[in-house]
């Protein structure tokens, strides 16, 4: 049984037959791997290059730093002698006393820049012609508004002249003013509320208003007028003064109807305030929209 079971020396190694038989490559490959063979050596070159010229890249940067700390070294060392220098010499300066130095004494706001005043510059002419235009026609719209006494002549020539004992009544009205007028021979004296008309009305332009159809007509020193007016403010009353004045003369004199009422001396004014409504909060005006 020993003797069939051990194997004999020659049966395990393969015959040369059984081999596997090695490929060999062909015409056709050979000939590619020699024309591969270059191309890969030319690859490990340039993979080679950018790590030899980083390499002295490197070495350059360090070559310029060291340079440059070397530089800066003798310079540091300079301004640190030349700071020691100033604080060796200080102590030398101070008095023997411990005495502080005085601060100095700042005043405030010198820090500001000063206001700079222009000076009036030279109108020029034309700016000074439509300065000249301007005024005049502010001018004109006055005299339109309350008459000018040297540009027109009285309308009446030769004023009337009234007996000792005659009186002329008359109603004037604006907005909510009410003036009863009474004419009469005299000097020329006006009087409303039982004061003079220029303690009633202060203002000049309130005083030219009232005294207007007397100017215009040629009456204010040939008769006195006596007022008695109510209602309203100070503006309303000056103009219920001159309806009242106007309505009057027409009274003393019918020729000065025409001419008053052209310009326009004789016409009721109905314009008043108007009420507010409800909801509003002036007659027109509204409150704010609010979307939310």
């Known amino acids: 049984m020993m003797d069939n079971e051990e194997q004999r020396p020659g049966e395990d190694e393969p015959t040369p037959e059984e081999a596997p038989i090695e490929e060999q490559p062909t015409p056709e490959e050979q000939q590619h791997d020699e024309q591969a063979a270059p191309e890969e050596e030319q690859l490990q070159e340039d993979e080679e290059t950018p790590a030899e010229e980083a390499l002295t890249e490197d070495a350059a940067t ?8 070397s530089s800066e070294a003798p310079a540091e060392e300079e301004g640190a002698a030349a700071e020691e220098a100033p604080a060796a010499d200080a102590p030398a300066e101070t ?6 130095p005085k601060k100095e004494e700042v005043v ?32 004109r719209r006055e005299r339109e508004l309350i008459g000018d006494e040297e540009a027109e002549r009285p309308l009446a020539a030769k004023p009337a002249k009234l007996s000792g004992d005659a009186r002329f009544l008359a109603t004037g009205k604006r907005k ?7 004419l009469m021979s005299g000097n020329g004296s006006i009087e409303v509320n039982k004061r003079t008309l220029e303690e009633y009305f202060p203002r000049a332009y309130l005083q030219s208003v009232a005294k207007q159809p ?5 009456y204010e020193g040939n008769v006195d007028v006596r007022i008695r007016v109510h209602g309203g403010g ?4 000056a103009s219920a ?6 309505k009057a003369l027409t009274e003393v004199d019918p020729e000065l109807r025409k001419e008053l009422k052209r310009r326009g001396m004789l016409s009721r004014d109905a314009r008043v305030k108007e009420r507010r409504k409800a909801g509003l909060k002036k007659a027109r005006k509204k409150p704010q929209f609010s979307k939310r």
């Not at 360090?62 to 700390?69: F, H, L």
């Open 234 to 237: 100070i503006s309303g009353q």
């Open 95 to 100: 008095p023997a006393g411990d005495a502080k």
């Open 108 to 139: 405030p706001g010198a820090e500001l820049d000063p206001i700079a005043i222009e000076p009036e510059r030279e109108l020029d002419a034309e700016e000074r012609a439509r300065r000249e235009a301007e005024a005049e026609e502010r001018d």
């Open 62 to 69: 360090e070559d310029d730093t060291a340079a440059e700390e």
């Open 214 to 218: 007397l100017v215009q007509t040629g």
């Open 176 to 182: 909510s003013s009410v003036a009863r007028v009474i």
């Open 241 to 246: 003064v001159r309806h009242g004045i106007a």
